[in-house]
């Protein structure tokens, strides 16, 4: 069952048939999310923007992504907003 399950998550990402919808719908969300990731970040080096939207910028990152030193992990993304300093 895990082995047929992992072969068919392999054939999703990384070959995917033009003919599974499922497979071209993973694709496009992982595409939306690569783009999304790639304009939060440039949205961050504007001062007017990361001061107005750091918070939702910094929760939108923390749920997209996973940090190698666990600084930015969901839970403390959404307490500094719900409690700031």
Partial sequence: MVKHLRAKLFHILHKPSPENPLARRINYVLAFLILSNALSV???TVPSVSESYGSTIALFEAVSRRCP???C???S???NIMLPS
């Fill in 69 to 71: 030193d666990r600084s």
């Fill in 77 to 79: 993304v959404v307490m």
């Fill in 73 to 75: 992990r969901f839970e």
């Fill in 42 to 44: 440039a949205l961050e």
